[in-house]
């Protein structure tokens, strides 16, 4: 799995994700999760983990949230759809540690 830092996500990402602003998306994990493997498979492309450092930095613009909680907070939570986790398993996990 390979970790790609770029300025924002492109047209077609936004477009297949259906967001309509790029300051919406601050990472992305692209790739098939573990959970949905099998050793069967095919050889197929590395999984990837986007982070799209200027809707982070505007996050932090905004909300005056430390930058290093912002950037491990989206590649945990990247990672963790590597592992089969979704948004929803994400955010409860989230909200019990709090």
Do not use: C, K
């Not at 919406?24 to 050889?43: F, I, K, N």
């Not at 492309?45 to 005056?64: H, K, M, N, S, V």
């Amino acid at each position: 799995m390979g970790i790609v830092v770029e300025d924002r996500a492109d047209d077609a990402t936004l477009h297949e994700m259906n967001i309509e602003s790029a300051w919406e998306l601050s990472g992305l994990y692209r790739g098939t999760p573990l959970t949905h493997r099998s050793v069967m498979d095919a050889v197929r492309q590395p999984d990837r983990i986007f982070i799209y450092r200027e809707a982070i930095l505007l996050e932090w613009i905004e909300t005056g949230e430390d930058l290093y909680r912002l950037v491990r907070n989206v590649v945990v939570h990247e990672v963790a759809h590597h592992f089969g986790f979704s948004d929803a398993d994400i955010e409860a996990i989230e909200q019990d540690q709090n």
